[in-house]
């Protein structure tokens, strides 16, 4: 099946740093997502980018789909992005998705 | 809008005891899935179903574990006899066709 590899495992931050997720796959995919994990274990949706780019106030996703990885910027940190932040992607028909392993982000005052 | 409903929030159960976990999509939705979350394996894919038919159920670890649709709006996932190796959180997401899938809050489930 498709591999997703997350990176870094685990960032920690001061308030108000930026950062660069990376996600990479194995395969051509149909749908991709970003996660946010909060720290009561809700699944939040981020972006919805089987390709191209997007905004969302301070955080933006890039997907490049020939090269296999998309990216998650933060900007302007605050503590209540801490969290795990997961990619999923889905390959083929039928909109499963496999999940990435996460990135662990700190943010700290 | 309503998101996607799950119920229990948390259980906590004995092992040899059934568990019923349940599932309301998002209204209009027409696909429904079913995962794990643990510590070792991460989110998992358990089952998925379209149009209220189970479509790949390879991610079903064991036969003790079922999961029905009996209409478009509620899901069960049933574990019988429940292990303590279950303990984990489910969560229930649905999407229409293959836009994004929309998780609910999970169920936290303990097996003692």
């Known amino acids: 099946g498709i591999q997703v590899e997350q990176s870094p495992p685990d960032l920690i931050l001061q308030e108000g740093a930026n950062s660069t997720l990376r996600c990479n796959f194995s395969d051509s995919v149909n749908n991709l997502q970003w996660f946010h994990q909060n720290p009561w274990g809700q699944l939040i949706n981020l972006f919805y980018i089987p390709s191209g780019t997007k905004q969302n106030g301070r955080l933006s996703a890039t997907t490049v789909a020939t090269e296999r990885y998309s990216l998650l910027y933060i900007s302007s940190s605050q503590t209540t992005d801490s969290g795990v932040y997961f990619c999923?992607?889905?390959?083929?028909?039928?909109?499963?998705?496999?999940f990435g392993t996460g990135t662990q982000l700190k943010v700290e005052l | 809008d309503a998101g996607v409903i799950q119920s229990p929030r948390h259980e906590v159960t004995e092992m040899g005891q059934e568990v019923t976990l349940r599932c309301k999509p998002i209204s209009g939705h027409n696909s429904l899935f079913w995962y794990r979350q643990t510590m070792m394996r991460g989110l998992e894919l358990l089952i998925y179903f379209n149009n209220n038919v189970p479509i790949d159920d390879s991610g079903m670890p064991e036969d003790r574990f079922s999961a029905k649709m009996p209409n478009a709006s509620f899901s069960t996932l049933k574990i019988q006899p429940s292990e303590p190796r279950d303990s984990a959180v489910y969560f229930c997401?649905?999407?229409?066709?293959?836009?994004?899938?929309?998780f609910g809050d999970g169920t936290r489930l303990s097996i003692l």
């Open positions: 997401a649905s999407s229409f066709y293959e836009m994004p899938q929309h």
């Open positions: 999923a992607v889905s390959t083929g028909g039928g909109n499963k998705l496999t």
